[in-house]
């Protein structure tokens, strides 16, 4: 209806499973000859392939999946069903969220996604249907599984496409009006896309995440640091090799050579180091890409061979570096006066030490600001993972039910599982759920009080729940009661937590007990029965845990749990898995089983931030490490040029300790005039960094005072090997020329 819109497409996510998985099944006269636990599966419009420019490797894309109860799968997904068949018309089967049968036939292939692809798929069903769950799709403008993709015209602008969206529908007015809040479609631009991360949170739907930006950043500003502190490093260490290439200038500049040809002469040969450093870092990086890109977790693939814009940057990269590394040293060590250079009266120019001085400074300073982000983000890692979350999710088993079969029913196999498994000692608590906390696909229901439906609706993460499920969970009943075991008796009492009471207005949680809600869509009331401590998912996350829990008889149909939670008490886990596997058979039969372990999927919420506290880590020390090499140079050419003043303070009786101490403490002055760079630096860029979570660390004065003092023992220990090493040498061998 907007003539602004060219085409548009939608996706959404299969809602079967759990975690963003579903079960697919092959099947010959009633016999699973194929199971099988597939991710990225979603219903899309006919219309998808065309596009998003997709091609089929078999089938017709105009017409693959305009029919219901059809499905394109990928090349992987079709050498797993069929191997070595033709998968055109035949027959998948899943389990709707209903336990319905759902069977459709394949009518297409197409190559697997590239890995570096925003949208991800594995599986797509047609979405040629009226009606999921009992949703009527095409007039549930409220209904959050969507992603609809649309192309505008050229010359369209995307603000005003909005608003003559949200003109049309019209539809959420009324919701509008009962909830007290307002509604409205929100549009993102697609080139934005790969880094979407919503609200800064996980979201139900898997396909809309891809990657994070910030994280780019941080090791693109991690790269630069380490090439300008090799830069310096560079310099510092060639104006050190300057002394024993002084009568080498003396002697080209007697022979004729002009300051010019020396300069150029000097040029070549940085920039034959650059070259020759190049293909070495170009040789490491191809021999240890796939190995860096498992480390963090990453699918990328080498192609810059055949993009210009990378070797143009290369080279650039080369000449820039040949300048900045070479300008200063080449015009020093040209400037060498033949005359005094033969007489060996060379001396230190004091300019130069100053510059020297001022890049160890630099180098410093960074290598400060690396030292406190490797401290601040581990301790943040650290805190992150040994947070209490008002959880338990050890040793807790998750079974999801997706697969059983209609006549069984999830609640029919919990109670018959719960009772085989009861009296064998290897289990402490078990109970039933529509999900789990941490889990993305938490559904969102809005309420208010009954006494004051003025007030503007809140939207609540809520939950369906079976007996025992908290204390199974770890999770505290602060007041009330729990739910009985008999759920027809609680089909319209629901729990909150702590913080759902005070989103509702009670200034103290005990004040909810017996106190109404309302669900202005459907006018329906329900009473709070019970109160439990607040508790976190992930401390990555703004909105943590959810606030409402009800039985499964308040969402109207027992299919709602899908998943079985198992609290062993057993430290032999090994052995409790096998009684499950073995029960659950006895029970079951042939249906497929499945499980994880919460504290598992729990811990690879950091997976993220423990690959960049590695990587970083790694990279930093590198640039630490190059640092000291800098600081070994400017050591080595201190005590190179000042042997003669070493000797004679020997001879008048300074001790080795002594004379370290004395070219020592100018360094450690260089350290602290370095933290006043690196220490607000690192304050600031970090604290950008942590307010990225929620929950996280302060910064303190061990954050500041620790790296500096690392700094100053990195220093005292760098320049001591070369102080204590000159330091020892027979006074006579220093001064026998004088």
Not at 272 to 290: C, Y
Not at 577 to 591: A, E, F
Not at 659 to 672: C, E, N, P
């Amino acid at each position: 209806n907007i003539p602004e819109i060219e085409s548009s497409v939608r996706l959404i996510e299969h809602t079967s499973g759990a975690l963003g998985k579903v079960f697919l099944r092959r099947e010959e006269n009633g016999k699973v000859i194929f199971y099988a636990e597939q991710t990225d599966v979603y219903l899309a419009d006919p219309n998808i392939f065309k596009f998003f420019s997709l091609h089929l490797l078999s089938g017709d894309a105009e017409t693959a999946l305009k029919q219901p109860n059809t499905v394109v799968i990928t090349k992987s997904v079709a050498d797993k069903f069929f191997p070595n068949e033709d998968p055109i018309n035949k027959i998948l089967t899943v389990l709707g969220p209903d336990l319905s049968r759902e069977e459709a036939s394949v009518t297409g292939v197409i190559a697997d996604p590239p890995k570096n692809s925003s949208i991800q798929f594995s599986v797509l069903f047609s979405l040629q249907i009226t009606k999921i769950s009992g949703w009527n799709i095409d007039e549930s403008w409220s209904a959050p599984w969507f992603k609809t993709y649309f192309k505008l015209r050229h010359g369209s602008n995307a603000a005003d496409v909005g608003k003559l969206i949200n003109r049309l529908a019209e539809p959420m007015r009324k919701s509008e009006s009962q909830l007290n809040m307002k509604l409205a479609v929100q549009l993102f631009p697609f080139r934005d896309y790969h880094f979407f991360r919503h609200h800064n949170t996980y979201t139900i739907e898997q396909i809309q995440f891809t990657g994070d930006k910030r994280l780019l950043n941080y090791f693109g500003i991690l790269g630069g640091l380490i090439v300008l502190v090799s830069w310096a490093n560079y310099i510092n260490l060639t104006t050190a090799r300057a002394i024993g290439r002084a009568k080498e200038v003396g002697l080209r500049k007697v022979s004729g050579a002009s300051r010019k040809n020396l300069i150029w002469q000097f040029f070549l040969e940085f920039l034959s180091i650059n070259v020759v450093s190049f293909l070495l870092a170009l040789t490491m990086t191809q021999l240890l890409f796939d190995v860096f890109a498992n480390i963090i977790g990453s699918s990328a693939q080498w192609v810059f061979w055949s993009s210009p814009v990378f070797w143009a940057i290369i080279c650039g990269l080369i000449i820039l570096s040949t300048i900045i590394s070479g300008v200063y040293p080449a015009l020093v060590i040209s400037d060498y006066k033949p005359v005094k250079v033969l007489k060996g009266n060379f001396a230190r120019s004091q300019s130069g030490v100053v510059l020297r001085k001022g890049l160890v400074i630099f180098q410093f300073g960074l290598s400060v600001f690396m030292i406190m982000s490797i401290y601040v983000i581990s301790k943040q890692l650290f805190f992150m993972q040994q947070k209490e979350l008002g959880i338990s999710v050890d040793q807790i088993v998750v079974i999801p039910t997706s697969e059983l079969d209609k006549s069984v029913g999830a609640i029919n196999a919990f109670k018959n599982l719960k009772m085989k498994l009861e009296g064998t000692g290897h289990f402490k608590s078990f109970s039933a759920s529509m999900g789990f906390p941490g889990e993305r696909s938490a559904r969102s229901l809005v309420f208010n009080l009954s006494s004051d439906a003025s007030k503007e609706a809140k939207s609540f993460e809520s939950n369906a729940v079976g007996e025992n499920y908290f204390s199974t969970m770890g999770i505290e009943l602060l007041h009330g009661r729990d739910f009985q075991e008999n759920q027809w008796s609680d089909s319209t009492k629901v729990i909150i937590n702590e913080k759902a009471a005070f989103i509702l207005g009670f200034k103290n949680p005990a004040m909810a007990i017996g106190e109404k809600i309302r669900s202005p869509d459907a006018g329906s009331e329900f009473e709070i029965i019970g109160v439990v401590n607040n508790f976190d998912m992930d401390v990555k996350v703004e909105a943590a845990g959810e606030l409402f829990f009800a039985t499964s008889i308040f969402f109207g149909k027992e299919a709602v749990y899908r998943m079985i939670l198992i609290k062993l008490s057993s430290t032999d886990v090994h052995e409790s898995i096998n009684i499950i596997k073995d029960q659950w058979k006895n029970l079951l039969g042939n249906t497929p089983f499945d499980f994880f372990f919460l504290d598992d999927y729990f811990d690879t919420f950091y997976k993220q931030e423990r690959q960049f506290a590695g990587v970083f880590g790694f990279f930093a020390i590198i640039g630490i490490a190059i640092t000291c090499m800098g600081l070994f140079g400017l050591s080595l050419y201190d005590t190179s040029s000042r042997n003669k003043e070493i000797g004679i303070r020997k001879t008048l009786g300074a001790t080795v300790s002594g004379i370290i101490w004395m070219f020592s403490k100018d360094y450690i002055k260089l350290v602290l005039m370095a933290a006043l760079i690196g220490i607000p630096l690192g304050y600031f860029a970090l604290k950008e960094w942590l307010d990225n979570y929620p929950q996280h660390i302060t910064l303190q004065i061990d954050a500041m005072l620790i790296p500096m003092l690392l700094m100053c023992l990195i220093a005292v220990l760098t320049v001591g090997y070369h102080t204590f090493k000159t330091a020892r040498i027979n006074p006579v061998n220093s001064l026998r020329n004088d």
